[in-house]
Protein backbone atom coordinates (compact mmCIF):
# COMPACT_ATOMS: atom_id res chain seq x y z
CA UNK A 1 0.00 0.00 0.00
CA UNK A 2 3.00 2.21 1.00
CA UNK A 3 4.22 1.59 -2.59
CA UNK A 4 0.71 2.99 -4.47
CA UNK A 5 0.57 6.02 -2.28
CA UNK A 6 4.01 6.52 -3.41
CA UNK A 7 3.34 5.99 -6.96
CA UNK A 8 -0.27 7.69 -6.92
CA UNK A 9 1.63 10.57 -4.92
CA UNK A 10 4.63 10.64 -7.94
CA UNK A 11 2.43 10.37 -11.01
CA UNK A 12 -0.76 13.14 -9.59
CA UNK A 13 1.47 16.44 -10.32
CA UNK A 14 2.46 14.77 -13.45
CA UNK A 15 -0.82 13.85 -14.48
CA UNK A 16 -2.26 17.41 -13.04
CA UNK A 17 0.05 18.81 -15.61
CA UNK A 18 -0.41 17.15 -18.43
CA UNK A 19 -4.52 17.97 -17.99
CA UNK A 20 -3.51 21.91 -17.27
CA UNK A 21 -1.04 21.94 -20.21
CA UNK A 22 -3.76 20.48 -22.75
CA UNK A 23 -6.29 22.87 -21.49
CA UNK A 24 -4.10 26.12 -22.01
CA UNK A 25 -3.19 24.34 -25.68
CA UNK A 26 -6.64 23.98 -26.51
CA UNK A 27 -7.25 27.97 -25.27
CA UNK A 28 -4.52 29.67 -27.17
CA UNK A 29 -5.15 27.37 -30.23
CA UNK A 30 -9.06 28.98 -29.88
CA UNK A 31 -7.81 32.35 -29.71
CA UNK A 32 -5.21 32.19 -32.52
CA UNK A 33 -7.57 30.38 -35.00
CA UNK A 34 -10.48 32.83 -34.05
CA UNK A 35 -10.87 34.98 -37.11
CA UNK A 36 -12.03 38.77 -37.28
CA UNK A 37 -14.95 39.98 -38.16
CA UNK A 38 -15.55 41.85 -41.32
CA UNK A 39 -17.80 43.89 -39.63
CA UNK A 40 -15.58 44.42 -36.87
CA UNK A 41 -12.75 45.60 -39.14
CA UNK A 42 -14.96 47.83 -42.39
CA UNK A 43 -12.78 48.13 -45.54
CA UNK A 44 -12.23 51.84 -46.48
CA UNK A 45 -11.14 52.10 -49.57
CA UNK A 46 -9.64 55.41 -50.67
CA UNK A 47 -9.68 56.27 -53.88
CA UNK A 48 -8.04 59.75 -54.87
CA UNK A 49 -9.05 61.22 -57.80
CA UNK A 50 -6.76 63.20 -60.18
CA UNK A 51 -8.17 65.90 -62.49
CA UNK A 52 -8.82 64.95 -65.52
CA UNK A 53 -7.73 67.58 -68.21
CA UNK A 54 -8.40 67.87 -71.90
CA UNK A 55 -5.93 69.92 -73.67
CA UNK A 56 -6.24 71.41 -76.87
CA UNK A 57 -4.88 69.56 -80.32
CA UNK A 58 -2.61 72.19 -80.96
CA UNK A 59 -1.17 75.89 -79.38
CA UNK A 60 -2.09 79.25 -80.08
CA UNK A 61 -0.50 82.36 -79.83
CA UNK A 62 -2.98 85.36 -79.05
CA UNK A 63 -3.34 86.79 -82.76
CA UNK A 64 -1.07 90.24 -83.54
CA UNK A 65 0.09 92.21 -86.62
CA UNK A 66 3.40 90.52 -87.60
CA UNK A 67 5.37 92.81 -90.32
CA UNK A 68 6.74 90.31 -92.20
CA UNK A 69 10.25 91.11 -94.69
CA UNK A 70 9.47 90.62 -98.41
CA UNK A 71 11.50 87.14 -98.22
CA UNK A 72 9.19 85.40 -95.86
CA UNK A 73 6.90 85.21 -98.19
CA UNK A 74 9.10 81.99 -99.45
CA UNK A 75 7.27 78.85 -97.78
CA UNK A 76 9.59 76.00 -96.04
CA UNK A 77 8.28 72.65 -96.89
CA UNK A 78 8.19 70.07 -94.23
CA UNK A 79 5.89 67.22 -93.22
CA UNK A 80 3.12 67.60 -90.42
CA UNK A 81 2.92 64.69 -88.42
CA UNK A 82 1.50 63.48 -84.61
CA UNK A 83 3.31 61.65 -82.58
CA UNK A 84 2.29 60.45 -79.34
CA UNK A 85 0.11 63.10 -79.26
CA UNK A 86 1.81 66.00 -80.00
CA UNK A 87 1.66 67.86 -83.19
CA UNK A 88 4.92 68.26 -85.08
CA UNK A 89 6.94 69.94 -87.97
CA UNK A 90 9.12 67.25 -89.24
CA UNK A 91 9.46 65.56 -86.22
CA UNK A 92 11.27 68.58 -84.68
CA UNK A 93 9.36 71.68 -83.80
CA UNK A 94 5.92 72.52 -82.78
CA UNK A 95 3.88 74.68 -84.73
CA UNK A 96 2.17 77.37 -82.77
CA UNK A 97 -0.68 78.67 -85.08
CA UNK A 98 -2.45 82.06 -84.96
CA UNK A 99 -5.82 82.04 -81.99
CA UNK A 100 -8.39 83.61 -84.06
CA UNK A 101 -8.00 82.34 -87.33
CA UNK A 102 -6.53 78.30 -86.84
CA UNK A 103 -9.55 75.98 -87.59
CA UNK A 104 -9.06 72.33 -87.41
CA UNK A 105 -11.11 69.45 -89.16
CA UNK A 106 -11.17 66.48 -87.84
CA UNK A 107 -12.65 64.40 -90.70
CA UNK A 108 -10.10 65.52 -92.90
CA UNK A 109 -7.17 65.74 -90.50
CA UNK A 110 -6.41 69.43 -92.11
CA UNK A 111 -5.57 72.83 -90.15
CA UNK A 112 -6.38 76.31 -91.60
CA UNK A 113 -5.01 79.17 -90.66
CA UNK A 114 -3.80 82.75 -91.02
CA UNK A 115 -4.23 83.78 -94.83
CA UNK A 116 -5.39 80.66 -96.87
CA UNK A 117 -2.55 78.57 -95.01
CA UNK A 118 -3.69 74.99 -95.35
CA UNK A 119 -2.30 71.57 -94.04
CA UNK A 120 -3.07 68.25 -93.60
CA UNK A 121 -1.64 65.70 -90.81
CA UNK A 122 0.12 63.08 -92.44
CA UNK A 123 1.45 65.14 -95.66
CA UNK A 124 4.40 67.94 -96.77
CA UNK A 125 3.02 71.77 -95.86
CA UNK A 126 4.48 74.92 -97.29
CA UNK A 127 4.43 77.26 -94.18
CA UNK A 128 5.50 80.60 -93.68
CA UNK A 129 7.07 81.16 -89.74
CA UNK A 130 6.60 84.08 -88.78
CA UNK A 131 9.33 83.60 -86.25
CA UNK A 132 11.52 80.29 -84.79
CA UNK A 133 12.19 80.27 -81.32
CA UNK A 134 14.83 77.81 -79.14
CA UNK A 135 13.76 76.44 -76.15
CA UNK A 136 14.46 77.14 -72.64
CA UNK A 137 15.26 81.18 -73.53
CA UNK A 138 13.32 83.84 -71.99
CA UNK A 139 11.83 84.33 -75.56
CA UNK A 140 10.29 80.60 -75.47
CA UNK A 141 8.88 81.27 -71.79
CA UNK A 142 7.73 84.54 -72.64
CA UNK A 143 5.75 82.60 -75.83
CA UNK A 144 4.71 79.55 -73.44
CA UNK A 145 2.98 81.61 -70.40
CA UNK A 146 1.24 83.65 -73.42
CA UNK A 147 -0.76 81.18 -75.08
CA UNK A 148 -4.35 81.42 -75.34
CA UNK A 149 -4.92 77.71 -76.42
CA UNK A 150 -2.77 75.17 -74.61
CA UNK A 151 -1.79 71.16 -75.76
CA UNK A 152 -0.06 68.68 -73.70
CA UNK A 153 3.04 70.78 -72.51
CA UNK A 154 5.05 67.46 -72.82
CA UNK A 155 4.88 68.11 -76.34
CA UNK A 156 7.03 71.05 -75.59
CA UNK A 157 9.87 69.48 -73.89
CA UNK A 158 13.01 69.45 -75.73
CA UNK A 159 11.48 70.74 -78.75
CA UNK A 160 11.44 74.48 -80.39
CA UNK A 161 8.65 76.45 -81.60
CA UNK A 162 7.75 78.00 -85.04
CA UNK A 163 5.62 80.40 -84.68
CA UNK A 164 3.13 80.60 -87.76
CA UNK A 165 1.05 83.52 -89.60
Not at 51 to 70: C, G, S
Not at 123 to 146: E, L, R
Request: aromatic share 10%.
Amino acid sequence: MFNKIKMLVITMPILLSACVANSVNNNLNNKVQAKPSVSNYPIKTVIKEQPIIHYAKFFTYQNVDIETEATADIGIMASLIEEDGCLLIARKEVPVFPHKTTKWNKNTQTFTWGRGNKATIGKMISYKPSDFVKNNTDKFKQYTANFVQKANPKCLENRDLIILE
